[in-house]
């Protein structure tokens, strides 16, 4: 390690000290052996300097590029990204919340910050501490586009977050109906139990996104399912008065839907 280097570098072994302090005198002089030591000491000083090796700029620190990666994606800086990468930076380099610069992108809704970080190799998959992945950014923001990126590359759509949260019931909750039936062609079940027994038709119903609850009854979403309070899509939908998706959830049980 470079600290481990500079500190064994700057204690001089013993028989440096012995020879600096049997210095020969030139002269009887106080005056002169003074000088004499002085110039053995300089002599030492620079041949110590010498021996040392620092880096020649801070950007040759690896860890000092990975930061200015994460910070100029931070900043929303296209160029700082592009010139970190350039100059070798990682491009799955994290913060402390284990955000890689892709997952900051897609959080801040910089899908160009993010296709420069895709384009560059970045992992698609990487999810921060809290279980967060690009993919769940991308479908809360509703971006199609980046989405459809995302799931090309590999991202795989069944993770679930810290909260028992993932793409599909992040996407529902919020009424992206494209993105929703996006993940229910790479084979989502429209049926899958998250934290409390809600699917992703209750996540809809709870913020009244008729389209996206008709969306997920077309593509097989139970109707009758409840969560752990034993409440089912049209029960929650009537709770926070959405009227349209009761509708949509009325009329599904009105076709004999289950």
């Known amino acids: 390690m470079v600290t481990a280097f500079l500190h064994s570098e700057n ?11 049997k210095a020969p005198t030139l002269h009887r002089s106080k005056a002169s052996s003074t000088v004499v030591s002085v110039k053995l ?40 990204v592009t010139r970190a990468l350039r100059d070798g ?7 402390r919340l284990g955000e890689s610069g892709l997952l900051i992108a897609l959080k801040k809704n910089r899908a160009d910050l993010a296709r420069l970080l895709l384009d560059a190799g970045a992992d698609v998959n990487e999810a921060a501490v ?26 795989d759509p069944a993770p679930v977050d810290r909260i028992g949260k993932n793409a599909i019931t992040y996407a529902a909750g919020e009424g992206h109906t494209e993105i929703v039936r996006m993940l229910l062609g790479k084979g989502i079940d429209p ?50 008065k959405h009227a349209a998706t009761v509708d949509v959830l009325e009329k599904a049980r009105r076709d004999g839907r289950r």
């Open 11 to 21: 204690q001089p072994p013993t028989h440096v000290h012995r020879s600096l302090s």
């Open 130 to 155: 809290n279980g967060i992945t690009p993919l769940m950014a991308a479908a809360y923001a509703g971006d199609v586009e980046m989405t459809r990126a995302l799931l090309e590359r590999g991202a």
């Open 41 to 80: 000491a300089l002599a030492f000083f620079v041949a110590l300097v010498s021996a040392i090796t620092l880096p020649a700029r801070a950007d040759d620190d690896p860890f000092a590029v990975n930061a200015r990666l994460l910070a100029s994606v931070r900043n929303e800086d296209g160029a700082g």
């Open 191 to 240: 049926n899958a139990v998250y934290r409390n027994d809600l699917t992703a038709l209750m996540w809809a119903a709870g913020y009244g996104h008729a389209d996206t609850a008709r969306a997920l009854i077309e593509a097989g979403a139970r109707i009758d399912a409840v969560d752990n309070r034993g409440k089912s899509a049209l029960d929650i939908a009537r709770e926070f």
């Open 89 to 95: 930076a990682a491009v799955n380099s994290r913060n």
